[in-house]
């Protein structure tokens, strides 16, 4: 059974910075692109960043680029979303996903977290 649990959300001040993991289990790690979507209150489940089995390469939305960066770790089964210069708008809850085998689509996604909530405050 896949799973994707996600740690690292908290309350921040605008400007300032948080670090998400996202720990996966129940798959070969190494051989799926990973992503990270959010969702604010009222709004659609949004594409924030990929990256490929390897990590040799990443894509963005460009709300984010310049400020977030998303990186794994296969020997720990984990990806990281890096986030910077936070502002109220990047408030929401995040959720990890798992590609397809050996697949690098940065919209097609087959598991998904529960989710960490970001607050960031003005």
């Known amino acids: 059974q896949v799973q994707l649990v996600e740690s690292g959300g908290g309350v921040v001040q605008a400007g300032g910075s948080l670090r998400l993991s996202c720990a996966a289990s129940g798959l070969t790690f190494r051989r799926y692109a990973m992503g990270w979507f959010r969702q604010a209150p009222g709004k659609e489940r949004e594409f924030v960043a990929a990256?490929?089995?390897?990590?040799?390469?990443?894509d963005y939305a460009d709300s984010v680029k310049g400020r977030f960066t998303i990186s794994r770790d296969n020997a720990k089964n984990t990806v990281y979303l890096e986030m910077n210069n936070l502002t109220p708008e990047d408030t929401a809850v995040y959720y990890c996903a798992a590609g397809y085998p050996n697949e690098y689509d940065s919209r097609r996604y087959a598991y998904w977290g529960q989710g960490t909530q970001v607050t960031v405050s003005s």
């Open positions: 990256i490929s089995m390897s990590g040799a390469r990443t």
